[in-house]
């Protein structure tokens, strides 16, 4: 959790810059074109505002804004090839993710597959074993709230921190 504080306060400091893929698979380390070392991906198709970022130390965090509600979960990635499987720390069997018109559903891993240059799918299996796909571009977006939630999405760097149940408190 001491490196989910850390990176919240070094994405405040940074311009949230996303990197751009190499050979073909998700960009998940520093390749020297960014200040952060940080891959953000967002939900193609969302009405809210939902970032992927994926962290070099093996962690990652997605972030849903919906202007009346906000989200997210963490967990670690393992690299297999060109894909990046998703899972729960040690201490966890699950995570959420957002999926089928829920920001808690609750998975037991996702993988993010190369999809193109700038897009990965996410293939991902429920808690209760159903299994879904998504398309993830890379970049952030935000939302322009108005009304009774976003009345748009629109790419932006504004600093992405990790959701409150993500960070640390009790942490020295």
Not at 55 to 81: E, L, Q, R, Y
Not at 112 to 130: E, H, S, Y
Request: hydrophobic residues 40%; charged residues 15%.
């Amino acid at each position: 959790m001491h490196r989910l504080i850390a990176l919240a306060l070094m994405l405040a400091a940074c311009s949230g810059r996303s990197l751009s893929p190499t050979d073909g698979a998700p960009p998940v380390v520093d390749d020297g074109a960014g200040p952060t070392g940080l891959t953000i991906y967002h939900l193609e198709g969302a009405v809210d505002a939902v970032n992927l970022v994926v962290v070099p130390d093996g962690s990652f965090f997605w972030t849903i804004n919906g202007c009346d509600f906000f989200g997210g979960d963490c967990a670690v990635w393992t690299k297999h090839g060109v894909d990046i499987e998703l899972r729960p720390t040690d201490a966890r069997l699950l995570f959420r993710w957002v999926q089928g018109g829920s920001f808690a559903t609750e998975v037991v891993r996702v993988t993010l597959r190369p999809a193109g240059p700038d897009q990965v799918t996410a293939d991902g299996v429920t808690t209760g074993g159903t299994a879904f796909k998504q398309l993830w571009s890379l970049g952030q977006i935000c939302p322009s709230c108005g009304g009774m939630g976003p009345t748009a999405l629109y790419p932006c760097s504004d600093p992405l921190l990790p959701p409150a149940p993500c960070i640390d408190k009790d942490a020295p």
